[in-house]
């Protein structure tokens, strides 16, 4: 038996997600697709009620008392965030919509000088959102190679690296699909070497994870809101401040601006640059609450710390469901793990020889267990793994060792009714 990490305790933290206290076909809901979208604790639900209650203004352009407390709650988000990252300065932190958003922002302004002569890395598990936005620009993309086991192939980087006028690689950090996490320090190293930049995709990496963007010495960061825990629509784009500096504007409108005549415009400084028009001022403040929620779970002298030491607890702990997971699908016949890196974050992917896994999905919705079938929006990487598709489980910080058992118990049945 693989032991389930204690340090949390999991019943008051679930107990703070109301939907999971919901059922489904009228069985009680085991929500195992969290590598799309987690649940939202009820102080994240508070602090967005209270804004829209109590402060609901527009930001950094009123002198009254309403404008003034959304800007505060707006920007004190904002240094939240920069906490969770260690960045070095809030203002390398852009807020966005999400991931996908983050990157076409870097691939529609620093790529706006790519030409036909340049090339972009991409690792060959790479999310849509990292693929289809560096195709948009005029530079070839290249895949870098991965192993069967679904870790990537370092030789054939390097490789790529003196072979190819490269400028930027783009790694997801934790992928969505495989849960395989990659060496990102290393693979950062690397380029910078060859002269090239990395964005690192952190969708899957900083709801997991601890982040340290100059300890990594990443040029680019992402996050999305709605898998840390926070509402959808919201996200982050970290950038060293050069970079951002050199980039031009993304989007023109209010609030980006220092002065417009007809003749010219001027830009403000970075982070308020690419930050056109009225942003998500909800949307910040509870992934801002989401931020301080995770610290709760955490002890240590200040607010980094309690992030650190919460996010180490909560990847030991999805990590053993994951193996406890993998160990005991793997005795049911027909069932094949896909993406065995030895370094695994708490999703596991599999298919079965029986089913598909649509029909996967569809029989344990109707136990109550909701997992994610398909590409994943990794087409890429289906392909290279021989498999149209795949039935993906993954763990969030409520996750338990009883919906570890539902979820096998379901699968079993699966097993059962395609004999």
């Known amino acids: 038996m693989i032991p389930v990490f204690q340090s949390l305790d999991i019943p008051r933290i679930r107990a703070q997600f109301p939907i999971l206290d919901r059922q489904v076909h009228g069985r009680p809901l085991v929500y195992l697709d969290n590598a799309a979208t987690t649940q939202t604790p009820i102080s994240v639900l508070d602090a967005m009620d209270r804004y829209y209650r109590e402060s609901n203004a527009n930001i950094h352009r009123g002198v009254h008392q309403l404008s003034q407390e959304a800007t505060n709650a707006y920007e004190h988000a904002r240094t939240l965030a920069q906490t969770l990252l260690n960045a070095k ?198 992934l801002g609450a989401a931020i301080s929620w995770l610290a709760s779970l955490g002890s240590g002298v200040d607010l980094r710390s309690q992030v650190v030491a919460s996010l180490e607890a909560i990847d030991g702990h999805e990590r053993s469901l994951a193996r406890l997971a993998e160990a005991q699908l793997g005795d049911i016949s027909g069932v094949r793990l896909v993406g065995t890196a030895k370094d695994k974050a708490g999703i596991v992917s599999f298919t079965m020889d029986q089913a598909h896994p649509h029909d996967i999905g569809t029989i344990l919705d109707a136990s109550g267990v909701a997992v994610r079938a398909g590409h994943h929006c990794c087409m890429p990487l289906m392909r290279r793994l021989g498999v149209s598709a795949t039935a993906r489980a993954s763990f969030a910080v409520y996750s338990s060792s009883g919906e570890v058992e539902a979820l096998v118990r379901a699968v079993g049945k699966v097993a059962e009714v395609f004999a």
């Not at 966005?96 to 340049?118: F, H, M, Q, Y």
């Open 89 to 286: 300065e809030d203002a390398e932190v852009i807020f966005t919509k999400g991931c996908t958003e983050s990157i076409n922002l870097v691939a529609a302004t620093w790529g706006r000088k790519l030409t036909p002569d340049d090339t972009i890395l991409l690792s060959t598990m790479e999310h849509h959102a990292n693929i289809v936005p560096w195709q948009m620009t005029s530079a070839k993309v290249v895949p870098i190679p991965i192993f069967d086991n679904g870790e990537i192939d370092l030789d054939a980087y390097r490789a790529l690296l003196k072979v190819h006028r490269v400028k930027l690689v783009g790694i997801v950090h934790v992928s969505n699909s495989l849960g395989t996490v990659n060496p990102v320090r290393e693979i950062i190293r690397l380029a910078h070497e060859a002269g090239a930049i990395v964005l690192v995709d952190g969708a899957q990496s900083a709801p997991h994870t601890p982040i340290d963007v100059r300890d990594i010495d990443a040029d680019f960061y992402t996050v999305s809101g709605h898998k840390l825990y926070g509402p959808t629509g919201v996200g982050l784009l970290y950038g060293k401040r050069a970079l951002l500096e050199a980039m031009p504007v993304y989007q023109g409108g209010g609030d980006m601006i220092r002065t417009v005549s007809f003749e010219r415009t001027t830009f403000a400084e970075i982070p308020g640059k690419f930050e056109a028009g009225t942003p998500n001022i909800a949307g910040a403040i509870g």
